[in-house]
């Protein structure tokens, strides 16, 4: 089982940037890949983006691609969400999960270890 603990939520104007981590531990780190999902008041968590074990496959929700990278540090056992312009409307719980994977295959199925969450407002 993994266990990861989310950071780095917080309010922003719009337009401005926030960074998320996320912090994996248990399972070894670089043998799953790694997704982030958000869910805003009164509306179904939805996904936002994932990362390969390697880092080298990326998906991005159509909402959020020029806008927001996702990175990973397998020495560190943590994964980044870079959020860059960001509009009123991302405005969400954001949650970071372990793949039971070590691909991104664009199954949100396969991410089966989720965090607690991290809020993130972002103000008109």
């Known amino acids: 089982q993994v266990q990861v603990v989310e950071s780095g939520g917080g309010l922003v104007q719009a337009g401005g940037s926030l960074r998320l981590s996320c912090a994996a531990s248990?399972?070894?780190?670089?043998?799953?890949?790694m997704g982030w999902f958000r869910q805003a008041p009164g509306k179904e968590r939805e996904f936002v983006s994932a990362i390969s074990w390697s880092g080298g496959t990326t998906g991005y929700a159509d909402s959020v691609k020029g806008r927001f990278t996702i990175s990973r540090d397998n020495a560190k056992n943590t994964v980044y969400l870079q959020m860059n312009s960001l509009k009123p409307e991302d405005t969400a719980v954001y949650y970071c999960a372990a793949s039971s994977r070590t691909t991104y295959t664009g199954r949100n199925a396969d991410f089966n270890s989720w965090g607690q969450g991290t809020q993130v407002t972002v103000s008109a």
């Open positions: 248990g399972r070894t780190f670089v043998h799953y890949a």
